[in-house]
């Protein structure tokens, strides 16, 4: 098994199967194409890649891109990791909070692109703030249900898809206290993801 990635320190894209597939313990190749080099990444991915972009899942003879598709194959076929909740609810409230990441948020993500290890400042402007509200909405709705310590009690998808989310926070210096994480719920879960060990042998290579 191989998986083809961009660069650590920027791929969201990238970090969320890579983490899944990491969870499963299942040995697997990685390729790393460097981004921003338009002309070179441009090429390699294309190598790789049908729809030209990374990541790609490589098993065997079956090429599976894009980010979702891939953690719903290492669902499928290493039923054993857990990396969706084996209860029928708790499932689809992984989905739902999956797939909203998958495709929303789209403000957060053009202010503050993921850069782990850099520290920076975004001032957020409404539609930024109304997507970090939303963020921390949903999340401390998923852990007062589940009691955490991820967004279903134990680690899933969703948590992988959040993950490069956290980096923002932390890269931005976002205090989710100014956005309705009174309790602190929040800001601990999003701290706690970025201490696993998946998470950490990734940011290590960043």
């Not at 190749?29 to 991915?45: K, N």
């Not at 929303?104 to 782990?116: E, T, V």
Request: charge should be negative; hydrophobic fraction near 40%.
């Amino acid at each position: 098994m191989e998986i083809v990635i961009g660069t650590k320190r920027w791929s969201t894209w990238s970090l969320r199967p890579w983490l899944a597939l990491k969870r499963t313990g299942a040995a697997f190749d990685e390729t790393l194409i460097p981004l921003r080099e338009v002309e070179l990444s441009t090429a390699e991915i294309s190598r790789h890649s049908p729809s030209g972009l990374v990541p790609v899942l490589k098993d065997g003879e079956l090429l599976i891109w894009d980010s979702l598709a891939i953690c719903e194959y290492l669902g499928e076929r290493f039923p054993e990791a857990g990396l969706w909740p084996s209860d029928s609810g708790d499932r689809a409230l992984a989905r739902s909070a999956t797939a909203e990441m998958h495709s929303g948020f789209s403000a957060l993500r053009r202010a503050c692109p993921m850069d782990i290890g850099a520290r920076l400042t975004v001032e957020p402007d409404e539609d930024v703030s109304r997507d970090i509200r939303r963020i921390v909405d949903l999340w401390t709705g998923l852990l007062g249900r589940s009691g955490g310590p991820y967004l279903l009690g134990n680690w899933t998808i969703a948590d992988a898809f959040f993950t490069p989310v956290a980096t923002r926070f932390e890269t931005y210096g976002i205090d989710l206290a100014q956005f309705g994480d009174a309790t602190g719920v929040a800001t601990s879960y999003w701290q706690g993801l970025l201490q696993t060990p998946e998470y950490l042998a990734w940011a290590a290579e960043a």
